[in-house]
């Protein structure tokens, strides 16, 4: 459970993220230079806040070992994403980028400050399943990537589609986003079925006694998760099936990243089906 | 006396695929001033067109032929184009507005981009192919070479033409926004318009992998694949240069779309549906529209890259007023100068006519009086003269003063001609200050 100081911490560092954000979007009408180093400032601002809130939790349950609880993994997928949006804009900007991600890291900070104190998760108690979750949230983490750029591919596509390419919000190039959206999509695919095979194997080995239950296959986690493999094997087809490239791996990868959100939500909420 | 005429469309008036069905070619519009000359001997023609406008003006004598609903019927005729289908684009002037519009035009401040400079040799070509053909005459010549100092004047003392996007860099900066790299694309130019180098020239500097030149004449693709280090193509193998292609810059002079949808639809498939730019230029069109429609495929006519260029316009605000004021100056200069020309014979006639009226009087008066001395006759010479400049004054004062908005100096001219019974004046003289 985190303390009521941590809470306040992830509080702090989520404003810090919102109002970077805003001052991010602010620019888009006052193009100046105090609005973007006051957003990238904040950004840092917010990530420095997550990492001390990240130490000061797993200092406090005594363990180093991250993606113990709801708390601690929500905290990590948030960082990874903002720290994300600050690598690629520090090598190779993509406008817009942090527009879109922002928002996601906002209410993954929120959810970890709600489901932590709420519903602590389990502690890891054996290596596969530690690979499990790390291989799972990773492919989360891909997952968000890809949806994302996926939805600044629709945007981009729908702007040079209404002629208005030059005036519009630059998102970078299509080939870019296409780019991305299917590394992403690859790297997040090897994770989930890694995350899929562990928990698979998990399942088999202990049967009803996980907290599955023993119509584990009835599951919406297992199905809507299955679900979403099943779409990011679609996105996986572009190469050899070239209709599926630009709009459509797309509105597939926005698709997947839905269904991952209700994994996300399934894992929250639906109730456990037998002892853990 | 002359009348000034214009009927015209443009892209503020008539979208593109209005414009293209009225679009000729040079060879077309040498042939449709014959034509006109042949229909309307007296009249005088000149007929601009550009990507942007089709326009047609003609002088003539007043109360002549043709009137501005005869000379649309005509160039929907000469076009076959069924005239429904373009009255409602078209806009019509005469006279002042005539000049004020074609200064405006050939100042590029009715451009769709602002400061454009093309449009000068436009009006300028225009106007020599019908001073060749001898259907520009004392009415047209002095307006047109006019209207092409005045352009010069804008472009050289305003700021206008500085500052503005290019066509050919807004085709570019939407092939970035498609592609990241270029040095793995290859980019198709066919024709060899000068907008279409313009272009080239761009995406050449992108280095992309292979630079096609596919144009009707070989010798005109060799020699831009020469200046931009690419490869002269064959025009006949066009599908296949199609699909080797991601960027494809098209400005023929072809009156029909050269890629259809239905031929691109299969051309699509051969190229495993990877995005394609295709950045038309031609007017008429060379790509029919419904290829934008199809999936990863983005298509840009000459208005779309037109009108992300004239998106600088707020930029320029103190320029365009200067060029303006420019425009505004040389209409009223033109006008007082054509006043003017007409004007000093005439008022000679009317002095002389007059003159000679009150001496025929004085002396057949003076015939009756043989005892008045030569010093009595000067005295009497003088006052008739006096009476004559003084009755004279007045009408002679609101002629110099005529061509206002109210009272139109040559209708003043005409009602003179008419009422002193004054011989018509010869229009063969020309401006002083013409380029």
């Known amino acids: ?276 | 006396m002359q009348r000034l005429l214009l009927i015209g469309l443009n892209h503020t008036t008539a979208p593109l695929a209005v414009r293209e069905r009225l679009a000729l070619t040079a060879e077309r519009q040498a042939a449709a001033i014959a034509a006109f000359r042949e229909r309307f001997g007296q009249a005088e023609a000149v007929l601009l067109c550009t990507c942007n406008r089709v326009e047609l003006y003609a002088a003539r004598i007043t109360h002549g032929q043709p009137k501005t609903e005869e000379m649309l019927s005509f160039l929907a005729e000469f076009q076959q184009v069924p005239l429904p289908d373009i009255t409602a684009h078209v806009y019509q002037k005469t006279d002042r507005d005539v000049v004020e519009h074609l200064f405006t035009v050939a100042s590029s401040l009715d451009s769709m981009v602002l400061g454009e400079t093309q449009i000068l040799g436009q009006v300028r070509t225009a106007y020599d192919t019908s001073a060749k053909l001898a259907a520009a005459g004392a009415m047209l010549n002095p307006l047109f070479q006019r209207a092409i100092a005045v352009g010069k004047q804008v472009m050289t003392s305003t700021s206008l033409a500085e500052g503005r996007l290019s066509v050919a860099s807004v085709a570019v900066n939407h092939a970035n926004q498609i592609f990241e790299t270029f040095s793995d694309k290859t980019v198709l130019s066919i024709g060899a318009g000068k907008m279409a180098t313009a272009v080239l020239q761009n995406f050449a500097l992108l280095k992309p992998r292979e630079l096609l030149i596919c144009n009707r004449d070989p010798a005109k693709a060799a020699d831009l694949a020469t200046r931009f280090g690419g490869t002269a193509v064959p025009f006949e193998k066009l599908s296949d240069h199609l699909v080797a292609a991601d960027i494809v810059i098209s400005s023929t002079g072809a009156t029909q779309p050269i890629i259809t949808r239905k031929q691109f639809d299969s051309i699509r498939r051969k190229r495993r549906f990877r995005p394609i730019v295709l950045i038309d230029i031609a007017v008429p069109r060379d790509i029919e529209s419904g290829v934008g429609e199809l999936e990863n495929v983005y298509l840009y006519n000459i208005d779309d890259l037109q009108q992300v260029v004239a998106g600088t316009l707020a930029t320029r605000q103190d320029a365009i007023t200067a060029a303006r004021d420019i425009v505004v100056k040389s209409v009223e200069d033109f006008l007082v100068w054509h006043r003017t020309r007409k004007l000093g014979p005439l008022i000679d006639q009317l002095y002389k006519k007059s003159h000679d009226l009150a001496r025929e009087e004085l002396d057949r008066t003076l015939g009756k009086f043989p005892n008045v001395t030569p010093q009595e006759r000067e005295h009497l010479e003088e006052l008739a003269r006096r009476i004559v400049n003084k009755l004279l004054h007045d009408p002679i004062k609101t002629l110099r003063d005529g061509g206002t908005a109210h009272t139109p100096a040559p209708q003043y001219l005409h009602a003179m001609q008419k009422l002193f019974q004054l011989p018509e004046m010869p229009d063969d003289d020309t401006p002083e200050n013409e380029s």
């Not at chain 1, 879109?100 to 502690?123: S, T």
Request: hydrophobic share 50%; net charge positive; charged share 10%.
């Open chain 1, 1 to 276: 459970m985190p303390t009521t100081g941590q809470l306040v911490l992830l509080s702090l560092a989520t404003l810090a993220f919102a109002a970077g954000g805003v001052a991010s979007v602010a620019r888009l009408w006052w193009n100046r230079d105090g609005l973007r180093i006051a957003a990238k400032a904040l950004m840092y601002v917010g990530i420095t806040l997550s990492v001390a809130v990240l130490i000061w939790h797993s200092g406090s349950r005594g363990s180093w070992i991250p993606l113990e609880d709801n708390f601690d993994a929500f905290i990590w997928l948030g960082l990874l994403l903002a720290l994300f949006v600050q690598y690629v804009q520090r090598s190779k900007p993509l406008g817009g980028l942090e527009w879109f991600v922002m928002p996601i890291v906002i209410v993954l900070m929120i959810a970890a400050g709600v489901f932590g104190k709420a519903k602590p998760q389990e502690y890891v108690d054996r290596p596969w399943y530690f690979i499990h979750r790390v291989s799972s949230f990773g492919g989360l983490f891909a997952f968000f990537i890809a949806g994302v750029c996926g939805v600044m591919y629709l945007i981009k596509q729908r702007q040079l589609r209404s002629r208005n390419a030059s005036i519009a919000p630059q998102l970078g190039s299509l080939e870019r986003l296409e780019h991305i959206t299917y590394s992403s999509v690859t790297l997040g695919f090897a994770l989930l079925t890694i995350g899929l095979v562990t928990g698979l194997v998990r399942v088999l080995t202990k049967g009803s006694d996980t907290n599955l239950g023993a119509q584990w296959y009835t599951n919406p986690k297992v199905i809507l998760a299955f679900a979403v493999w099943v779409v990011y094997a679609i996105v996986l087809h572009a190469p050899i099936n070239p209709r599926l490239r630009g709009r459509k791996t797309a509105i597939l990868s926005v698709c997947g990243l839905v269904l991952t959100l209700g994994t996300l939500v399934a894992v929250q909420y639906v109730p456990t089906g037998g002892a853990h």
